[in-house]
Structures are given as structure tokens and as C-alpha cells.
């Protein structure tokens, strides 16, 4: 008998909630920053292209972008690789993007 408290195995199932807003409690205040950006009209603010194009890749949401700019502001994170590695893991900003997932792409050598 190990004197070693040991983990699970990583191939075990679990019951995780399946729902993301389970893992954010009420009072998170990116809830609150979520709530503030819904409620502006960025049309009016004079965002362009809050109407998406007709042809093309689509683009993400201007909405979106807002979100993740004021997260990245307010939690201090500087550098776009540390970003993108964040909307891999954090359950704020997975709950907060709606669980959109930045693409990395590597630097030219």
C-alpha cells in the first residue's frame, strides 16, 4: 500500500456539470462584464462591421471581441500567445466567449 495520495487515472470518466455557466458562480464579476456588453448598441458606438458580410469566412462578433479585449485588460494578460492559451483553459473565458477558441498560429522563421 502506497503512503501516497494518489489521483485519478486521466481515462476515468466523470460527471462534470455538462453545462459551462455551472462552473461561474453568481457573483463572478464577468458576469457583470458580459451583462454591460450585451446591453451596449455597438452600431451606434460606431463599431464597423457589426452587420456581418454576406460572402467571405465569417468573422467573430464585434460583441466578442469587446469581451475579450476588457478580460485581457482587466486581468492583465499582455502577450496574444498567453491569450490564446487562456481561451483553451480558463473557465471564465470560456464561459464568457461563449467557448470560442482563438487560433494559434506561429510565428514566420
Not at 6 to 12: E, L, Y
Not at 31 to 53: E, H, K, T, W
Not at 74 to 85: A, C, P, V
Amino acid at each position: 500500500m502506497s503512503r501516497f495520495i494518489k489521483g485519478q487515472s486521466r481515462t476515468q470518466s466523470t460527471l462534470f456539470p455538462e453545462v459551462l455557466d455551472d462552473y461561474i458562480h453568481e457573483d463572478n464579476p464577468i458576469r457583470a462584464v458580459d451583462m454591460f456588453i450585451n446591453s451596449l448598441d455597438l452600431s451606434d458606438l460606431g463599431f464597423a462591421r457589426c452587420q456581418p458580410a454576406k460572402t467571405g469566412r465569417p468573422s467573430y462578433s464585434p460583441a466578442t471581441m469587446l469581451k475579450i479585449y476588457l478580460y485581457v485588460y482587466l486581468n492583465r494578460i499582455q502577450s496574444s500567445r498567453r491569450l490564446e492559451k487562456e481561451t483553451q483553459r480558463n473557465v471564465e473565458l470560456l464561459w464568457l466567449v461563449e467557448r470560442l477558441t482563438l487560433p494559434f498560429y506561429p510565428a514566420h522563421k
